[in-house]
């Protein structure tokens, strides 16, 4: 988001830090279950209430005044990494952020970590659902605001219900501002919370918000129509229904909002906010003032320039890159590589200085050079998490042509995407051929080294049905690499239907009376 935007989302926190904003409940909603009475007096409120609901991405822990590795975002982010194949989790040993690698080595389907995913997504969808139905009866509100209002809260709802979905499996439709008595409504097959919740919000905000261009300036980085459509394309994408995924998709690629960076690096620049990759992105503000920036930027491995932070590649990943595809370079950073932006323009080398798991030291796509880092402070790096790229969108379109029958349009999809990469290289001629016939082990292979370390990967495995196959096979992988002695057999535990869904917190699967997951 732009930086005028990242002010106003500032001033509504510390607003409701203070307590002085009607807003105020709806940002410490402990969990669902909680009555809410907050009720928005004016247009100024309507907006604190979208705010709240934007606000649920925050790694700041609202009721302590510190950040908190678990609650925060960046947490329940890592898990799409963590549970795959691509990276290890890192840290000072094994019993870093224990509670992390146990999921990612399939040793527990619930802990602190889960039970704040869960939680953190019922905040979101409690405060979107309050926006949804309080903000059109705001006295003297702007009918173009209310609806674009309602729009936004309604593409934040489909997308915190897709996150519960994806890893919780069956879920309660609640639509309505919680009561206590809401926690009763049985759970729904994720068939029907798709159509019946997912699908309309995201058709519905389609509709009414507007196009990025269309935003002012002050209002860059909300929700648009291309997010969106983008989010039922991968909505669609996820219920292979392939024939509407490709649909939605076509349109967003021909209403031109979005295109890709000519050079790839600079979709993770920091000073790139909102660039013309952008789909959607979480604005991080941080500041020597305001601790609102995003956690992971230093967890991942700025702060120090040393391979302690979390998200460490693996060797499997490394491996994956083809012969001369520039996006490894712009990907992962080796041990010894200098960057040529330190304090005063001086070159600096990145060192494996201790901790090291892996020969490889973090993922560059997060990686700040000293030059504009704000300081080393934990939450105070001014950096935006992409959630939503041009990249990913035209590679579910192609794998959604090519499950349609249309080759054709397949090529075309994930040439796009490989001609941005083949144009980095010193030599364009001699690296990444031009794909033809392209399968769906070839869409496969460049999600993964496209999108790598961006949270994408174990839920791609899982859509695709080849969880278990992939990281069954893991450990005998990692046996013959460098990492063999620190990693151990991660994936050696995966089973379905078992893993395919994490454990519903306990207490919540006691007090509604569901029955919980399979095999817990």
């Known amino acids: 988001m732009k930086k005028m935007y990242k002010k106003q989302l500032i001033f509504l926190f510390f607003l409701s830090f203070m307590g002085l904003s009607s807003c105020n409940d709806l940002i410490d909603i402990p969990s669902p279950g909680i009555t809410q009475d907050a009720i928005p007096m004016n247009q100024k409120d309507a907006v604190g209430l979208i705010t709240g609901c934007y606000s649920t991405f925050m790694d700041y822990d609202q009721t302590q005044g510190v950040d908190n590795w678990v609650e925060g975002y960046f947490c329940q982010w890592l898990v799409g990494e963590e549970c795959g194949d691509d990276i290890y989790k890192g840290g000072d040993s094994h019993g870093d952020f224990q509670a992390m690698e146990d999921l990612g080595y399939f040793k527990t389907g619930y802990n602190n970590v889960i039970d704040w995913k869960w939680r953190k997504m019922w905040i979101g969808i409690a405060r979107c659902n309050k926006a949804i139905t309080s903000i059109p009866n705001v006295p003297g509100i702007n009918a173009a605001l209310s609806a674009r209002l309602v729009g936004e809260a309604q593409f934040l709802r489909a997308y915190f219900y897709m996150e519960l ?66 989010l039922l394309a991968k909505a669609y994408l996820y219920q292979k229904k392939w024939s509407n995924a490709f649909t939605t998709g076509q349109t967003v690629i021909d209403e031109g909002q979005y295109n890709l960076e000519t050079n790839f690096r600079n979709v993770f620049e920091v000073d790139n906010v909102n660039g ?5 992105e ?25 391979n302690w932070g979390w998200l460490q590649p693996s060797t499997d990943l490394d491996r994956e890159f083809e012969s001369g595809d520039p996006r490894h370079q712009m990907t992962i950073i080796h041990d010894g590589d200098t960057f040529v932006d ?30 504009k880092r704000v300081s080393n402070n934990w ?28 080759q054709v349009k397949a090529d075309w999809a994930v040439e796009q995407v490989r001609s941005r990469a083949r144009n980095q290289s010193v030599n364009p001629s001699t690296t990444l051929p031009t794909k033809t016939g392209v399968t769906m082990n070839d869409i496969i292979h460049e999600r993964r080294v496209e999108l790598a370390t961006e949270g994408h990967r174990f839920y791609d495995l ?13 450990p005998a992988k990692i046996a013959t690499y460098p990492e063999a002695l620190y990693i151990g057999a991660k994936g050696a535990l995966y089973q379905s239907p078992r893993n395919d869904n994490f454990q519903i917190p306990p207490t919540d699967v006691s007090r509604a009376g569901w029955t919980q997951n399979p095999g817990y």
Do not use: C, H
């Open 462 to 474: 899982k859509r695709w049905g080849i969880a278990q196959q992939v990281l069954n096979a893991l």
């Open 276 to 280: 013309k990759e952008s789909i959607f």
């Open 379 to 406: 939450l105070r790096q001014n950096y935006n998490l992409e959630l939503i790229r041009y990249a990913d969108l035209l590679l579910m379109y192609g794998e959604a042509a090519l499950q349609s029958g249309n």
């Open 165 to 230: 979905l994806r890893n919780f499996g069956d879920l309660p439709i609640i639509t309505t501002p919680i009561t206590a008595f809401d926690v009763n409504q049985p759970r729904v097959a994720v068939k029907d919370v798709y159509e019946k919740l997912v699908e309309p919000d995201l058709v519905a905000a389609a509709a009414i918000l507007p196009q990025k261009t269309a935003y002012a300036t002050a209002d860059a980085g909300r929700a648009t129509r291309g997010a969106a459509l983008s």
């Open 282 to 306: 979480i604005a991080f503000s941080g500041n020597q003032t305001y601790p609102f920036g995003w956690v992971g930027a230093n967890a991942i491995g700025s702060r120090d320039d040393i």
């Open 342 to 371: 330190g304090w005063g323009g001086q070159p600096y080398p990145i060192t494996a200085l201790r901790n090291n798991q892996v020969p490889y030291t973090a993922s560059y796509k997060y990686f700040i050079p000293k030059s």
